[in-house]
């Protein structure tokens, strides 16, 4: 069982810094993609940025060239730089991670931790 434990969220005002981290652990395993998603409340979750297993990025329009996405593949860890908050980027962050399970069976399996929150006030 693979399991991504979040940590970093908390309160800033905006124009503020966060750096959000994801760590992974298990065993058997190896990642393909990771992702961090945010839920804001009464708004449906949202891909934030992903990054490859061979490092390529995506970010959605909303926080591009603020926020970067990180991971070491040797720590197995995942990281969110977040840079010039504004209050719209208040809600839950949640890293996500997909890949195959070494098992009695070769599975895939795709993990999310359980979300940190992330508040910007005005």
């Known amino acids: 069982q693979v399991q991504l434990e979040e940590s970093g969220g908390g309160l800033v005002q905006t124009g503020g810094s966060l750096r959000l981290s994801c760590a992974v652990s298990?065993?058997?395993?190896?990642?393909?993609?990771m992702a961090w998603h945010r839920q804001a409340p009464g708004k449906q979750r949202e891909l934030v940025a992903q990054?490859?297993?061979?490092?390529?990025?995506k970010y959605a329009d909303s926080v591009k060239d603020r926020f970067t996405i990180s991971r070491d593949n040797d720590k197995n860890t995942l990281s969110l730089q977040m840079n010039s908050l504004k209050p719209e980027d208040t809600a839950v962050y949640y890293c996500?991670?997909?890949?195959?399970?070494?098992?009695?069976?070769?599975?895939?399996?795709?993990?999310w931790g359980q979300g940190t929150q992330v508040s910007v006030s005005s």
């Open positions: 298990g065993s058997n395993y190896r990642i393909n993609d």
């Open positions: 990054v490859t297993m061979s490092g390529t990025t």
């Open positions: 996500e991670a997909d890949g195959w399970h070494y098992g009695m069976e070769v599975t895939a399996f795709r993990s």
